[in-house]
T-cell receptor, first 114, second 111 residues
Framework: DTEVTQTPKHLVMGMTNKKSLKCEQH?????MYWYKQKAKKPPELMFV???????INESVPSRFSPECPNSSLLNLHLHALQPEDSALYLC?????????????FGEGSWLTVV | GQQVMQIPQYQHVQEGEDFTTYCNSS?????IQWYKQRPGGHPVFLIQ?????EVKKQKRLTFQFGEAKKNSSLHITATQTTDVGTYFC???????????FGTGTRLKVLA
């Protein structure tokens, strides 16, 4: 069982829709991450939050907008997505963002853009 | 840019055979982690290696970190059907504050 909880597990949205993915952890971790994973590919880092501040944005298009309301929650707001954005979106957390910490992944949100 | 490659991309083995995946980084790594992702699942942490030449064992799994800290390997002895999945290494280059996932090796075990 993962201690990082993601909702929804599945989401189908149209290209004009606005939706959000949600992530929660109660391990006291101060680093939280969003990854995107396409089929048969490795997880691809999108954003890193450290102590509730955005510390890394891997040149992600602005149609993806992250938000960290508090140390336990991480959201990913989606707007005007394209079909190629369909993927598994993984939230993760670690003690902090320095190396040497285990990254705990949630079960992911399967996103389909139609 | 920094890259972490894994070979082979796919491996099919008969149950009971051994399996090895190799991970190679274009840059020196502070440490390396290994993850397993079952089909339809999420990556799950297996182990971390930090020291040059380090070898760690977990039951049938043996992990090695190269002397130059640019490569690593995972060896599974006597595979079982429960070993099925994709194995990813994730390297942490110094000063980057992020892990770079390797391309992954998909293991299929035939009973």
């Amino acid at each position: 069982d993962t201690e990082v909880t993601q909702t929804p597990k599945h989401l189908v949205m149209g290209m004009t829709n606005k939706k959000s993915l949600k992530c929660e952890q109660h391990m006291g971790h101060r680093a939280m991450y969003w990854y995107k994973q396409k089929a048969k590919k490795p997880p691809e880092l999108m954003f890193v939050y450290s102590y509730e501040k955005l510390s890394i944005n891997e040149s992600v298009p602005s149609r993806f907008s992250p938000e960290c309301p508090n140390s336990s929650l991480l959201n990913l707001h989606l707007h005007a997505l394209q079909p190629e954005d369909s993927a598994l979106y993984l939230c993760a957390s670690s003690q902090d963002r320095t190396g040497g910490n285990t990254i705990y992944f949630g079960e992911g949100s399967w996103l389909t853009v139609v | 840019g920094q890259q972490v490659m894994q070979i082979p991309q796919y491996q099919h083995v008969q149950e009971g055979e051994d399996f090895t995946t190799y991970c190679n980084s274009s840059t020196t790594l502070s440490n390396i982690q290994w993850y397993k992702q079952r089909p339809g699942g999420h990556p799950v942490f297996l182990i971390q290696l930090v020291k040059s030449g380090e070898v760690k064992k977990q039951k049938r799994l043996t992990f090695q970190f190269g002397e130059a800290k640019k490569n690593s390997s995972l060896h599974i002895t006597a595979t079982q059907t429960t070993d099925v999945g994709t194995y990813f290494c994730a390297g942490y280059p110094s000063g980057t504050y992020k892990y770079i996932f390797g391309t992954g090796t998909r293991l299929k075990v035939l009973a």
